[in-house]
């Protein structure tokens, strides 16, 4: 039976699809989806993968409204030979590719976000506002861990910022060795802290890579050995971080990693109320933020929040990057926004 060979020509054929004309290619996808299916049939007929296939692709189908009368795509080339080490030597640093092979479907995500006061945003779409001034760790699993630094907003103020990132990609097997990378107020390097731009000599080093998308202010770290994205920003005085992970990746930690902001937000003493007062007034605030984020969601208050708290402007910088970041990194585009 090679039902699990039509799922898999159908994720990889829907995996990148976006943009205005999604639906029609969604729907010739499906079709030879259908058509895969059917040729299979025969030798299918007792499998339980199959008649769940058949069950799934009537229901898409429906729901996107697809004609079964139209052009199906052309089957996708197969993919090479896996060399004699096997498929797992080939691929242990293409965590979705091998995931894809594994399971016969995509790996799912998590987003994780942390800017401004700094403003949380959880794997659980939880948004908390924190305190937290020093250290406190984002991220603690068996393949990352991130620390973020805070310092107050102003003298005086309860509100903070973050001033510093400590990124560290654990080794793991033959993809990369471990590597550390740091940025600071005014000092957001394309580069780790030896001075390297990817995972090192080991054979899938290139599965781990920095891309300066702006200088001095916007970094982007690829780690396609785990699946996984971070977006590092300055926005004014404070930086930002942001992460989409695979689900895998996100869940890998023990009962004694049990503080990271990404996974259970920040602490109950350590949460804020979203009411703004401060230095600027709110109606002032409202309008700037209301430019740049015009969603009056929980990236809109946070921006509020903030702006009227430090009398920053560019903390509106901030939020927008963040809700950017969301944009990009997360699976499901109804769970951008998140209101009160």
């Not at 943009?19 to 025969?42: I, V």
């Not at 992970?245 to 990693?257: I, L, S, T, Y």
């Not at 944009?327 to 585009?333: M, S, V, W, Y």
Request: charged content about 25%.
């Amino acid at each position: 039976c090679k039902i699990l060979r039509c799922n898999s020509e159908y994720v990889a054929a829907t995996l990148q699809l976006r943009g205005p004309e999604r639906g029609r290619a969604f729907c010739t996808a499906l079709r030879s989806y259908s058509l895969c299916a059917r040729r299979t049939a025969r030798t299918c007929r007792g499998d339980l993968a199959f008649h769940s296939a058949v069950h799934g692709i009537e229901d898409l189908m429906i729901q996107n409204n697809c004609s079964r009368e139209g052009p199906t795509a052309p089957p996708r080339p197969r993919p090479p030979a896996p060399n004699p080490r096997g498929f797992e030597s080939l691929d242990i640093c293409d965590y979705e590719r091998s995931f894809l092979h594994k399971h016969g479907r995509p790996p799912g995500f998590q987003h994780c976000a942390a800017f401004g006061d700094p403003h949380i945003r959880t794997f659980h779409h939880d948004f908390h506002t924190c305190r937290v001034e020093g250290s406190w760790p984002l991220l603690d699993n068996d393949y990352l861990f991130v620390q973020a630094t805070s310092s107050p907003v102003a003298e005086g103020s309860n509100a903070t910022v973050t001033s510093k990132l400590t990124i560290i990609f654990k080794n793991m097997k033959e993809c990369i060795d471990q590597k550390v990378y740091q940025a600071e107020l005014d000092n957001v390097p394309a580069a780790f802290q030896d001075g390297s731009v990817d995972g090192g000599a080991r054979p899938g080093g290139s599965s781990l890579a920095i891309r300066e998308r702006s200088p001095g202010r916007h970094v982007e770290i690829r780690a396609g050995y785990i699946g996984t994205t971070i977006a590092v920003r300055q926005a004014g005085r404070q930086l930002s971080f942001s992460i989409r992970a695979a689900d895998e990746v996100a869940r890998a930690f023990g009962a004694e990693q049990d503080l990271q902001l990404c996974v259970g937000g920040c602490p109950r003493s350590q949460r804020l109320s979203r009411s703004p007062r401060g230095r600027l007034a709110a109606d002032t605030a409202r309008a700037l933020c209301r430019e740049v984020l015009p969603v009056e969601d929980l990236y809109f208050q946070s921006c509020v929040f903030d702006v009227v708290t430090s009398g920053d402007a560019s903390f509106a910088v901030a939020a927008q990057g963040a809700l950017e970041d969301a944009r990009l990194f997360l699976p499901d585009a109804e769970q951008l926004h998140i209101f009160q």
